[in-house]
């Protein structure tokens, strides 16, 4: 039975897998390479925790208890009791790959490792471990304490010991689980992120604005979001990173980066994170940059 977990990353995905653990009654120990990033985190569920509290989704009691489920560390060794361990790290596979070497000397024997990669195999990640059988997907949807669903995406070798524990993980947190195979970009990024890319491509090409092809598929296509307001808060960096392992994965021309999404990467304009990307969120309301 899994009641530790340690997470790798205090940032928008790991705080908020943070969160739903510690209220699903888990000890949380929540790590980052940074304190500020650390302090950011707690700043965020703390703020969201008000949020269900404020919308009765939670009491005043149940909230301050999650809370003193979490803590922190700055330090892999103080993962050394944990169950279970998520990686949050950025959409890039040298770098989650660096994460687990340094993190496998510090875990028990029987600890389970878990990456919240949104398009990265699973197979390949769970080499770089001691444990393949013991390693498995688990894609939460941002924002994590919002978002119902969480994907669970088997390896080549991941155990059914270790799905069936995960798997029972993901329903204490109160999710609803879609299983996917070891594909590029498992299920919702391999549709999400082409039907971003597209609308990308025309604005390149000029068929409309960034309000009308937002307002388009909002009013025409029921949309809760417009897939470039969309994009703006995923991360154009993080969606760039989809695509290109959709493209070296598949080898389907359909699949090719638009060139517009490489240029705003590349001159740091990435979203709601960096102030600007599709909009500008320097005011007090977001304005169209194209």
Not at 148 to 156: A, P
């Amino acid at each position: 039975m899994i009641e530790k977990i340690g997470i790798i990353g205090a940032g928008q995905m790991g705080n908020g897998i943070a969160h739903v653990a510690a209220v699903a009654g888990c000890s949380v120990v929540l790590l980052d390479l940074d304190q500020q990033q650390i302090d950011a985190g707690l700043e965020t569920i703390t703020q969201n925790l008000a949020r269900q509290v404020r919308r009765n989704l939670l009491s005043e009691s149940d909230r301050s208890a999650a809370f003193d489920r979490i803590s922190t560390t700055l330090d892999y060794a103080n993962f050394g009791e944990c169950d279970f361990v998520i990686e949050t790290a950025a959409e890039d596979e040298a770098v989650k790959r660096k994460i687990f070497k340094t993190l496998i000397p510090h875990l028990s024997e029987t600890a389970l490792i878990a990456s919240n990669t949104s398009s990265i195999s699973i197979t390949r990640l769970a080499t770089t471990t001691d444990r393949p059988e013991r390693f498995i997907g688990m894609h939460f949807m941002n924002p994590v304490p919002m978002m119902d669903l969480v994907e669970l995406i088997r390896g080549l070798a991941t155990s059914e010991e270790t799905y069936q524990e995960v798997r029972i993980l993901a329903k204490q947190m109160g999710k609803t689980i879609s299983v996917a195979e070891d594909f590029p970009a498992f299920i919702v990024n391999r549709i999400l992120m082409p039907m971003i890319n597209e609308a990308v491509y025309t604005l390149y090409e000029g068929v409309g604005n960034v309000a009308a092809i937002d307002r388009a598929m909002k009013l025409g296509a029921n949309h809760p979001m417009g897939p470039l307001e969309l994009a703006d808060f995923i991360g154009l960096d993080t969606c760039l990173s989809i695509m290109q392992v959709l493209y070296e994965g598949l080898a389907d021309s359909k699949y090719r980066p638009c060139p517009l999404l490489v240029k705003y990467v590349e001159a740091g304009w990435l979203g709601r994170k960096s102030g600007r990307g599709f909009y500008d969120y320097s005011g007090e309301e977001p304005v169209p940059t194209r």
